[in-house]
């Protein structure tokens, strides 16, 4: 696409894939679920073009990075995935280069982490979709979504590790599986009852793709996922959040002290989950990114917005990291 190349780095006993194009000050970019670098073509092309280098891995358990073991989830925390990204840096960059770091979903989780980790890593961040989440004394985030939503929830549905695997092969094809996810524009709490698939989009009822979204997208996020052997790379992030959480509290109070930009859209999921819309307008996140320069809320834009309105992202993202 567009003279993007492809690379495979060795890092933490993965081998890692990446797509980057262009020279320059380098960006990263991380992806969330369940997409792949592929999530970040239109930013990739555009930074580019705009005289920098981006690149973009398929993260531990996707696509065509391989080596995670994927019927251990236990081996997709968050310090596994920081650590493969630190790998990553040390294995493209100059010693004591500094990066840009752009991050949607649970890419934003582990960007968030990054840089409240390893500051001297990353130059600025631009985070799109998930704001910062300051470690809960009172549980991981699926243990309290468990306990405000119920059973249902996607969070407490994906946690038996095969159980939703088993259950979408059943109901639907990857490709209707994205389909489904990637249009999805309902903020409200994400439900998959038992046997009866996403109750935003019962099993049965066509999709209609979005001008944004091709059919050719799909067959390559669905391929793609398919030779990474299904869901369950994504999946395991979902499962590992208990050990996760155990494995980050140290760092509770901690506070992210990079230059920071949050775009998120009015109509995402995540902007409402855990109460997440109140704490950025209060202010509260101010307190734990001290240095938030920007937040934007993108009207009528839902949890892919960087497919979605890939323009104003792409302005969004370089209007920020040209300060620096």
């Not at 792949?36 to 930013?43: A, D, E, F, P």
């Not at 770091?101 to 980790?117: K, P, R, Y």
């Not at 259950?167 to 439900?191: C, H, Q, V, W, Y």
């Amino acid at each position: 696409m567009e003279g993007i190349q492809h690379k495979f780095i060795n890092v933490n006993g993965l081998n890692m894939h990446i797509a980057e194009k262009g020279e320059g000050p380098l960006v990263l970019f991380l992806h969330g679920f369940p997409e792949l670098w592929y999530s970040w073509r239109h930013q990739i092309v555009y930074l580019a073009d705009h005289g920098y280098r981006a690149v973009a891995p398929d993260l531990r358990g996707y696509g065509q990075t391989t080596g995670a073991p994927l019927n251990d989830h236990t081996k997709f925390t968050i310090p596994h995935v920081v650590g493969d990204l630190i790998g990553l840096l040390d294995a493209i960059t100059n010693e004591g280069e500094k990066v840009f770091v752009v991050g949607h979903d649970w890419g934003a989780i582990i960007a968030w982490n990054l840089c409240m980790f390893r500051p001297d890593r990353v130059k600025a961040l631009v985070n799109l979709s998930v704001a910062f989440m300051p470690w809960n004394p009172n549980g991981n985030i699926a243990e309290i979504l468990r306990r405000d939503h119920g059973d249902d929830h996607y969070m407490t549905r994906y946690q038996k590790p095969g159980e939703i695997e088993a259950e979408f092969a059943k109901i639907m094809s990857l490709e209707t599986f994205m389909k489904k996810i990637l249009i999805l524009r309902d903020p409200g709490p994400l439900l998959i009852p038992k046997g009866k698939g996403f109750l935003h989009s019962p099993p049965g009822v066509p999709v209609t793709l979005p001008p944004w979204l091709s059919e050719e997208d799909i067959e390559y996020f669905a391929s793609q996922h398919e030779k990474a052997g299904g869901l369950t790379g994504g999946i395991n992030y979902y499962r590992a959040l208990y050990l996760s959480w155990e494995l980050t509290s140290a760092w509770r109070g901690a506070k992210v002290m990079v230059p920071t930009k949050y775009v998120v859209g009015d109509m995402d999921i995540a902007y409402y989950m855990l109460g997440a819309d109140n704490y950025v307008t209060s202010g509260e996140m101010k307190k734990d990114v001290p240095l938030l320069e920007e937040v934007v809320v993108m009207e009528g834009v839902a949890h892919f917005l960087n497919q979605v309105k890939p323009d104003e992202i792409n302005k969004h993202i370089i209007d920020f990291i040209q300060k620096f």
